[in-house]
Nanobody, 120 residues
Framework: VQLQASGGGLVQAGGSLRLSCAGS????????VGWYRQALGEQRELVGS???????NYADSVKGRFTISRDNARNTVYLQMNSLKPEDTAVYYC???????????????WGQGTEVTVSS
């Protein structure tokens, strides 16, 4: 299993970025997918998730600004980030997992993340 997040970079506050998550072997199309982020010195947090059927959930801190979508034909999941804030600065990771009682649970595999820096 390989997961690779990409699309990070440096952006000014108020700007937008779109992250992509590519997976091998159909790992994304066959599972729920979650986006996590980890800021320096902070714990990793779940940004949002998307079920196989396309239902999404988001952390309160990103609701209304971030959107997760998926293209199963391309085995790719996206995280569109708008109205970015300096506090969104972190390394972002994508994971494959399952929904258990409505809550996203990742498999125990973490691919390489992509760094997002939002300047004020």
């Amino acid at each position: 299993v390989q997961l690779q997040a990409s699309g990070g970079g440096l952006v000014q506050a108020g700007g937008s970025l779109r992250l992509s998550c590519a997976g091998s072997g159909g790992v994304l199309s066959g599972n729920a997918v979650g986006w996590y982020r980890q800021a320096l010195g902070e714990q990793r947090e779940l940004v949002g998730s998307i079920t196989r059927g396309g239902r999404t959930n988001y952390a309160d801190s990103v609701k209304g600004r971030f959107t997760i979508s998926r293209d199963n034909a391309r085995n790719t999941v996206y995280l569109q980030m708008n109205s970015l804030k300096p506090e969104d600065t972190a390394v972002y990771y994508c994971t494959a997992g399952v929904m258990i009682l409505g809550a996203y649970q990742p498999y125990d595999y973490w691919g390489q993340g992509t760094e997002v820096t939002v300047s004020s």
